[in-house]
């Protein structure tokens, strides 16, 4: 027994391991951000993730010390052996996904990718999330968890993410990412709109090939169309 008794140590460690610690994960690859985007935050689901696997093992382990102190018969201790070995593989199997799973914020975009042999993922402009709700219960207070929900005007319209760290600091540094990549976007703007010699209506043009090539949406256009007529 005192065998197992290491191998469960090792893999509380495993589980309880705090966040930025080198263990072995998959990082989003930065070959496919585009041109100037910069990754703020690449996270893993919190430790919590293996809450349960690691539950059953501990429990597993201590029937298994009590099965052996009272001489319990063979098939208790057949038992006992094959909670622990489902244990081992459950954990082992969330740690793979733990290691697959990205909540990314970039300086342009929210993205969520998951899955080991099937992968799946959404991926949502800043400019298009309209609200970020945190929640967390007293557990989670207490350990730093939580759960996003994002809502925006993609297709989606809500979309939920779990075992979120930190969650409150996440839900912060999205909105301060969407409010640099705003002020970005009317730089931008600005830029075009400067060139030599353009009339009002020219810029007003140049505001309407914007609007439908997405970079600004339909109130973005009013706004700026009516600052420029207030010109004339």
């Known amino acids: ?19 930025g610690a080198s263990l072995a994960a998959v990082g989003y690859p930065r070959n496919l951000l585009n041109d100037a985007e ?14 349960k696997p690691l539950f059953l093992l501990i429990v597993a382990i201590a029937l298994g010390v009590v099965a052996l102190a ?3 018969p063979s098939a208790a201790n057949l038992i006992v ?25 970039t300086s342009d975009r929210l993205i969520s990718r998951s899955g080991v042999l099937t992968r799946q993922g959404i991926e949502i402009p800043l400019e298009r999330i309209n609200t970020v709700f945190f929640r967390q219960n007293l557990w989670e207070r207490f350990i730093r968890s939580g759960d996003l ?26 909105y301060r990412q969407m409010e640099g990549n705003e002020n970005r976007k009317f730089d931008r703007v600005g830029k075009n709109l400067s060139g030599p ?17 997405g970079v600004l949406t339909d109130e973005e256009f009013d706004s700026k169309k009516a600052e420029l007529l207030r010109r004339l």
């Open 1 to 19: 027994m005192p065998g197992l008794g290491r191998i469960a140590v090792s893999l509380c460690r495993l589980a309880l391991w705090p966040p």
């Open 38 to 51: 910069v990754i703020v935050l690449d996270l893993r689901p919190h430790w919590w993730f293996f809450a």
């Open 70 to 72: 009272f001489d319990a």
């Open 81 to 105: 052996g094959l909670a622990i070995v489902v244990a081992i593989i459950w954990l082992g199997v969330r740690y793979v996904v733990w290691a697959t799973t990205n909540f990314v914020v």
């Open 149 to 174: 929900e994002i809502e925006s005007a993609s297709e989606q319209g809500s979309s939920k993410f779990t075992d979120i760290r930190r969650p409150l600091n996440v839900q912060n540094e999205i």
């Open 197 to 213: 010699g353009l009339s009002i209506p020219e810029q007003i043009e140049k505001l309407d090939e914007l609007r439908r090539n």
